[in-house]
């Protein structure tokens, strides 16, 4: 008589080697979308994350928040963007920066992630100036007694008056969070599992104070949009000067790179070393 074997369930997550091989398979599909599809999907997830971006001004305009209450709460309403990116299915580019793996492995040309790269950044560009518009034709600054006009310009502020090292050390920092947010959701299962496993990473790169290229994209112009037409005084807010076009590309470039280190480089490249498929001899 055989023994019985005990009935373990499947495991609740993937391992570390399936990971990567989903990882690969999820860049490889991502390279053979035609345009269109691509582009559609980039501008989804530009208006996902602004979206969030918009959330978290909102509340960071409540003054009577300690600093610790609004960077946490802040956090986790900007994890709105990256939930619905994950969860509805759009393509981000700092999450797409995982797409070195498959290029590492020879089953993408590095051509391949390169133009997927540019298409999706400059849709999720769209995608954020989207939301630019429709926040400020809907007068959302208006709330909080106006609040929130001035805390776009300060928040704006804040992030181009930094030197470039800073923005792009900050830029390492977030999509090293973000990228292990995105790999962590592929290990999900249900949508319990990716909601759950984006918020802490989220929430911390943006209490850290972190640059988010994407996000930036909305935070940029809609400080600039607020400063130009919303009418409300902006002599209180200190080097309110450097908020301008130059200013908003000076950021988004420095936080552009700094984002492909940290997730192509920290989380893309170290994990295909650590899981990759050893090639037979």
Known sequence: ???EQPNIPDPTCLSGTALEQKAEAIAAGKASNETARVVALSVLAGMFIASGA???TVVKSDATLSFAAASVLGGVC???????????GAELFTGNNLMVMAALSGTIGWKAVAKNWVVVWLGNLAGSLLVVALA?????????SGAVWTTMMSVAVSKINLD????????????????LAVWMGFAGKSVVDKIFTTIFPVMAFV??????????MFFLPMGLAAK??????ASGIANIDVLNLGGIAYNICFA?????VGGAVLVGLLYWIAYRKKKSA
């Not at 470039?164 to 990228?179: A, K, S, T």
């Not at 209490?207 to 930036?216: M, S, Y």
């Not at 130009?228 to 005084?233: C, E, I, K, Q, R």
Request: charged residues 5%; proline residues 0%.
């Open 1 to 3: 008589m055989t023994e």
């Open 256 to 260: 552009t790179l700094g984002n492909i």
């Open 164 to 179: 470039w090292w800073v923005i792009l050390l900050r830029g390492i920092g977030c999509n090293f969070l973000v990228c």
């Open 54 to 56: 918009l959330l978290m």
């Open 136 to 144: 400020f034709f809907a007068n959302t600054g208006a709330l909080n």
């Open 78 to 88: 900007f994890a709105l963007g990256l939930i619905t990116v994950i969860v509805a």
């Open 207 to 216: 209490a850290l104070g972190f640059e988010h290229c994407v996000a930036n």
């Open 228 to 233: 130009a037409f919303s009418g409300v005084d």
